[in-house]
């Protein structure tokens, strides 16, 4: 403070001198209204087992360790399992029922009832199919074809249902357009059988082209360019 000149001496004093004031706020009621809430069930007590790589467990803490506010449905989580793992163990299948309380309380169980099985079904794998012979990928199938062939599409008229041809040899052009094989020559197979093998063949080559119908009609870019169009 000594080397300090008189008016840096007169700023210090008033640091002791300054009294801060009270001030009442006026306090406004608002009531909370939470979007959403946030515990599921019981608070979390932190009671968890150690990780086994012993490295630091911060489940409750980054995030919140409490189950999903939309349950599944035990019943529809049962019918998936049993699509997936193709289960056919003869066992008691226990489907939750509806009172009718409960659905004059809330309407829309039935509505979330029908959109779980239509979820189960859409997400329900496709059956195995064994083909007497090698097919191609699907994924190889759905690949870009060159430039040069889709300006030749745009130029002409593909076959129409209409085309004076025999059933079966209308489905053997649209399978030579989509490059799927139709039948193998196997000079092992008799004359007796050779039209049983074709038409086995025949169908082998038209599950795979419904398959690739049926790829393309669910592929995310094709159902984006649909709603564009």
Request: some cysteine; aromatic content about 6%.
């Amino acid at each position: 403070m000594e080397n300090f000149d008189d008016e840096l001496k007169e700023l210090f004093s008033y640091i002791d001198q300054y009294k801060p004031l009270d001030t009442k706020l006026d306090t406004e009621l608002k009531p909370f209204i939470p979007d959403y809430i946030p515990a599921v069930g019981d608070i979390d007590a932190f009671i968890k087992i150690p990780r086994c790589d012993n490295k630091i467990d911060t489940l409750g803490l980054t995030c919140i360790d409490e189950p999903s506010g939309k349950q599944s449905d035990p019943s529809v989580l049962d019918l998936h399992l049993r699509a997936i793992t193709k289960s056919t163990v003869d066992t008691e299948l226990k489907v939750r029922s509806l009172n009718s309380e409960d659905i004059k309380e809330d309407p829309k169980l039935i509505d979330t009832w029908t959109s779980n099985i239509d979820e189960l079904h859409e997400s329900k794998p496709r059956p195995n199919v064994i083909y007497t012979r090698r097919m191609p990928d699907i994924e190889d199938l759905m690949q870009v074809w060159p430039s040069e062939i889709e300006d030749e599409l745009n130029n002409i008229e593909l076959p129409s249902a209409d085309l004076d041809l025999p059933l079966i040899d209308y489905i053997h052009l649209l399978l030579v357009l989509l490059d799927i094989p139709i039948s193998s020559d196997n000079s092992k197979v008799n004359e007796l059988n050779r039209e049983t093998e074709n038409l086995r063949s025949t169908i082998e080559s038209l599950h795979v082209m419904f398959t690739l119908y049926s790829e393309f009609k669910n592929s995310q870019h094709f159902k984006a360019m649909k709603h564009i169009n």
